[in-house]
């Protein structure tokens, strides 16, 4: 029995006869339906609708007060509601008075649904339960149609949770986090809840990280900068951790962190296959969306994987047959001042660079910025040039080749938009880097695929989608988006709706992301549509999947609309 409650906010459920009689009643009262327990002397009222999956809770038993539904179990305890299951949700439950034979509910909401939901993601990601994560991210959109807030949250775990720093799940993250302005409304907590699970998977199992403080006193940022450098040259993770965070809090700009962390990623030629360097810029990224307050944590996040990546001046394949090492050491060497744009030799460029030469590669990019070239134009045309490799990359290839071709496509894209953010002589070897990749990329071209013909693109939003039912059909979904005339944003819409309803591949992510950003900034220029059908070919060579994941994210999208998921044979 509960205290006295005002008589306004009373409705009338049932008669106490016919409960005590019964055990349990089923009622609907004001578009409400309710289970009440008659349990020894004391009456109870809660949703009917399992919090977990919304099975009937009057099929369910009771024991000592706590009450089990038969579906999966999830146990409630019957007087406050709490679960001890959290897989399932705190019950509702409904503020109940007897007058005479009659029992009396009181229907007025209890919690406000965001920040219930928001304490829910919390143990979502701790936890790492899918269904929980996509119900909060659903409430959280709902609420925030920018999606900020929840990935704020998200952020804060993975740099927090996994003591290894920065990875795949915050990449996820934060690529779906760029792209879900780009996507459908309808999609948009989709692209949250994906990054959201992929940082809860990425984290389960590790310790926790324990941050470093910065050193006591001033430090100056120039020379916080060098140490930072020394540190992860010798593979001293937490010396350079601490140099960093000493940084920030020194009042180092944006700029100027930015620009350390891209020297200590280019000091060496293209780390851990370009992951490094790429998810550096993902972080920056994350900052941005998330706010540089939160620097100190989130770039802390980031020494260890500076300093312990595999370096290709290790690697066979970068010293022989051609040394490309001691070929961009003499390029660094000589290396121009980056001009001021307007540079007109773009095209001869790419071409140079998809069939030249490693040394006529370097030469071909070191004339282009003695001709006036700016670093961040010369960076486009290395990212356009990795994009063309998986354009034009055939079928005939082994499967995990489209991995190589997307690691040097990611980098590159990764390099660019550093030079954007903050041009610097030492990020700019990164793009001769990633020159010399798309180079060892070659024979992935060999033959190259034609690049698809526009045909007639009426009805091609409707069509992708049932061309991605099929396995392996590149060549087709290629065709799809070169023959595509309608507005371009649709488009990029409708590849992220297909790329969504799949099961999360890393890779995948991070092409359709880098790709959609490439396809912005050529817009209006007659290669814009190159990266997009890139993309198309990546995507339609991993796809489909088993869509499970988007399963569990339609099941938490039916429960908020209120649909049945059980439902009685009869």
Known sequence: MMATIAPERLVRAASLTELR???????????????????????????????????????????????????????????????????????????????????????TPRRDPVEHQRGRLQVGLERNISLVVAKAAIVLVEADPSGVDAFRAGLDFGVWRRADGWNRGLTT?????????????????????????????????????????????????????????????????????????????????????????????????????GHTLDFVNKALEALDVAGWERADAVLASLPALLAFSARMEESNAWRNPVDLIALLEDAFERLPEPGRGGWGGRAELVETILSGEAAEILEALLAAL????????????????????????????????????????????????????????????????????????????????????????????????????????????????????????????????CLLREDRNFHTIQCVEAAVRQHELLRGTDDERLPLIAAARYLAAHAPTDRSQRQTYEIARRLHRGENLYEDAA
């Open 173 to 273: 993250l934060t690529c779906l986090m760029n792209l879900m302005p780009r996507v459908a409304a309808e999609d948009r907590a989709a692209a949250l809840y994906h990054g959201l699970t992929d940082v809860a998977t990425d984290s389960a199992g590790f310790e926790p990280r324990f941050p470093l403080q910065p050193l006591p006193g001033a430090g100056d940022p120039e020379r916080l900068a060098r140490w930072f450098r020394r540190f992860v040259e010798v593979r001293d993770a937490e010396g350079a951790e601490r140099a960093l965070v000493s940084a920030v809090r020194a009042g180092a700009t944006r700029e100027q962190l930015a620009d350390m962390l891209f020297a200590a990623a280019t000091d060496h030629r293209y780390l851990d296959n």
């Open 21 to 107: 009689a019964a055990g349990r009643l089923v009622v609907h009262v004001d578009r409400h339906t309710l289970c009440l327990f008659a349990d020894g002397d004391d009456v109870y009222a809660v949703d009917n609708r399992c919090p977990h999956m919304g099975f009937p809770l009057h099929r369910g038993s009771i024991a000592d007060g706590i009450l089990t539904c038969h579906w999966h179990h999830a146990r409630f305890d019957l007087c406050t509601g709490g679960t001890f299951d959290q897989f399932a949700d705190e019950l509702r439950r409904f503020p109940v008075e007897v007058e005479g034979d009659d029992v009396y509910v009181d229907l």
């Open 370 to 497: 003695r001709a006036g070239a700016s670093a961040v134009e010369l960076a486009s045309a290395v990212t356009f040039a990795a994009a063309m490799r998986i354009a034009r990359f055939p079928t005939t290839n082994e499967f995990g080749d489209w991995d190589t071709a997307l690691h040097t496509f990611t980098f590159a894209n990764a390099v660019e938009q550093g030079l954007r953010r903050s041009p610097s002589r030492e990020l700019l070897r990164g793009v001769l880097d990633a020159a010399m990749s798309v180079h060892l990329d070659r024979f992935l071209n060999v033959p190259a695929t034609r690049l698809p013909a526009a045909a007639d693109g009426h009805g091609v939003l409707t069509e992708l989608p049932h061309l991605l039912d099929k396995q392996q059909r590149v060549d087709e979904a290629a065709t799809l988006v070169a023959s595509y005339g309608g507005d371009p944003d649709e488009l990029v819409a409708a590849l992220g709706s």
